[in-house]
């Protein structure tokens, strides 16, 4: 990282006020077919071009360009996130800066809100894991009155059984028998899948959970284990919010300053 910041502060323009798409492509460190696609998708202004039909950058546009490098390289934490990045990022493409700086505000609001909502579930959680053992329901319920209860399909929660999140007795038919113990492990395990958090980062807690272990359920949800290879955002949530809510920070910092240099 420290070498390609030193490459681009290399770049100059010792005859023009201009900057080349190579040249732009150097700053953001992209390639400069995606420098000419941003300006096709509207992430920069439609550029003027020179007389044989090149691209001309100003300054103001090399820090449209790094805007949205910052806001649209990589993923986002959902499309509520993610459309709100591209649009704040169109808006200053259009010149309007100030209304730009207000939904980077805004932005930055809503990704503090994920990391929020994560980090709630995480102290529910906690002290969902060191309960004291809850009575058994009686009498019974089925798969079919659990799944309108919880809010999904009984095809749901035979899958979460298929891949291990939790084991529920059966009678002597053979047919699934929900206890409180059961009904409230769903739960736990809704919450935690519609917060953000994958499937493997949720079966690797309930699976340290059913060891007997007492376990730092932020930790354990946060850190994937060394046999887990294809990992996801999801798989380190908490620390992927932590790096959105930087970068949001950061978008605001530098609309912040395009605003205060604006000729």
């Given at each position: 990282?420290?070498?390609?910041?030193?490459?681009?502060?290399?770049?100059?323009?010792?005859h023009?006020?201009?900057?080349?798409?190579?040249?732009?492509?150097?700053?953001?460190?992209?390639?400069?077919?995606?420098?000419?696609?941003?300006?096709?998708?509207?992430?920069?202004?439609?550029?003027?071009?020179?007389?044989?039909?090149?691209?001309?950058?100003?300054?103001?546009?090399?820090?449209?360009?790094?805007?949205?490098?910052?806001?649209?390289?990589?993923?986002?934490?959902?499309?509520?996130?993610?459309?709100?990045?591209?649009?704040?990022?169109?808006?200053?493409?259009?010149?309007?800066?100030?209304?730009?700086?207000?939904?980077?505000?805004?932005?930055?609001?809503?990704?503090?809100?994920?990391?929020?909502?994560?980090?709630?579930?995480?102290?529910?959680?906690?002290?969902?894991?060191?309960?004291?053992?809850?009575?058994?329901?009686?009498?019974?319920?089925?798969?079919?009155?659990v799944?309108?209860?919880?809010?999904?399909?009984?095809?749901?929660?035979?899958?979460?059984?298929?891949?291990?999140?939790?084991?529920?007795?059966?009678?002597?038919?053979?047919?699934?028998?929900?206890?409180?113990?059961?009904?409230?492990?769903?739960?736990?395990?809704r919450?935690?899948?519609?917060?953000?958090?994958?499937?493997m980062?949720?079966?690797?807690?309930?699976?340290?959970?059913?060891?007997?272990?007492?376990?730092?359920?932020?930790?354990?949800l946060?850190?994937?284990?060394?046999?887990?290879?294809?990992?996801?955002?999801?798989?380190?949530?908490?620390?992927?919010l932590?790096?959105?809510?930087?970068?949001?920070?950061?978008?605001?910092?530098?609309?912040?300053?395009?605003?205060?240099?604006?000729?």
């Amino acid at each position: 990282m420290a070498k390609r910041t030193v490459q681009r502060n290399r770049v100059s323009r010792p005859h023009s006020p201009y900057f080349t798409t190579a040249q732009v492509a150097l700053i953001a460190g992209m390639h400069p077919n995606t420098v000419r696609l941003y300006e096709q998708w509207g992430f920069l202004r439609p550029l003027p071009r020179s007389a044989g039909g090149y691209r001309l950058f100003m300054q103001k546009d090399v820090d449209q360009m790094l805007l949205a490098r910052t806001a649209l390289h990589g993923g986002w934490p959902g499309r509520d996130v993610r459309d709100s990045a591209i649009a704040l990022v169109r808006r200053a493409a259009s010149g309007d800066l100030p209304t730009a700086l207000c939904q980077a505000r805004q932005h930055l609001e809503l990704v503090r809100a994920e990391r929020k909502q994560a980090e709630d579930v995480v102290v529910l959680l906690q002290r969902w894991a060191h309960r004291a053992d809850i009575p058994a329901v009686e009498p019974p319920r089925y798969i079919g009155s659990v799944a309108r209860e919880i809010g999904l399909s009984p095809d749901s929660l035979r899958g979460w059984e298929r891949d291990g999140l939790l084991r529920v007795p059966r009678d002597k038919r053979g047919y699934r028998i929900y206890g409180t113990v059961e009904v409230e492990r769903l739960r736990v395990i809704r919450l935690l899948l519609r917060s953000g958090y994958s499937s493997m980062a949720v079966l690797r807690m309930v699976l340290r959970l059913d060891s007997g272990e007492s376990i730092d359920v932020r930790h354990v949800l946060d850190t994937p284990r060394p046999d887990e290879d294809a990992l996801t955002a999801a798989d380190r949530w908490l620390t992927f919010l932590g790096e959105q809510e930087v970068r949001a920070t950061t978008l605001v910092q530098m609309l912040t300053r395009m605003l205060s240099i604006k000729p």
